[in-house]
């Protein structure tokens, strides 16, 4: 059973893990600027906040794979997790070769998506530092 303490970093924990799986997509939109009918891609952050949350959207959060070997990689931690919650991005200006990214849209949700991260990592600072003070009677 959570904890109250558990409680009050749920969401925030949940939010923090969501930018960081988007901030990884759009490195990963970057990287691939230059590729072949590369598809962008982006993270719906409603549908995977949800889905972290243990998932009003979903059946009850995160389908976990079946790993029957040992040597069978985790998808944890490499947006595997967030799979249903990925998006195309609409295609704003035709490529030859049928890229989709544009870098200008990739530079800017990286950004955003970084201070909105740094945003939340100073909220949960600021909350365990209230909370180490009450404990400390200060």
């Given at each position: 059973?959570p904890?109250p303490?558990?409680?009050?970093?749920?969401?925030?924990?949940?939010?923090?893990?969501?930018?960081?799986?988007?901030?990884?997509?759009?490195?990963?939109?970057?990287?691939?600027?230059?590729t072949?009918?590369?598809?962008?891609?982006?993270?719906?952050?409603?549908?995977?906040?949800?889905?972290?949350?243990?998932?009003?959207?979903?059946?009850?959060?995160?389908?976990?794979?079946?790993?029957?070997?040992?040597?069978?990689?985790?998808?944890?931690?490499?947006?595997?997790?967030?799979?249903?919650?990925?998006?195309?991005?609409?295609?704003?200006?035709?490529?030859?070769?049928?890229?989709?990214?544009?870098?200008?849209?990739?530079?800017?949700?990286?950004?955003?998506?970084?201070?909105?991260?740094?945003?939340?990592?100073?909220?949960?600072?600021?909350?365990?530092?209230?909370?180490?003070?009450?404990?400390?009677?200060?």
């Amino acid at each position: 059973m959570p904890t109250p303490l558990d409680r009050l970093l749920d969401l925030p924990q949940a939010a923090l893990g969501v930018r960081a799986a988007r901030q990884q997509q759009l490195a990963s939109n970057i990287a691939n600027a230059d590729t072949p009918h590369y598809k962008a891609r982006d993270l719906d952050f409603k549908s995977a906040l949800e889905s972290a949350m243990g998932g009003k959207a979903g059946a009850g959060g995160p389908v976990e794979l079946a790993r029957t070997s040992g040597r069978h990689l985790d998808a944890k931690g490499t947006g595997g997790a967030f799979e249903q919650s990925m998006k195309y991005r609409t295609e704003t200006q035709s490529s030859v070769d049928g890229n989709t990214v544009d870098m200008d849209v990739e530079r800017s949700a990286f950004a955003e998506n970084s201070v909105q991260y740094e945003a939340l990592l100073t909220f949960i600072s600021g909350r365990l530092r209230t909370m180490q003070q009450a404990v400390q009677g200060q």
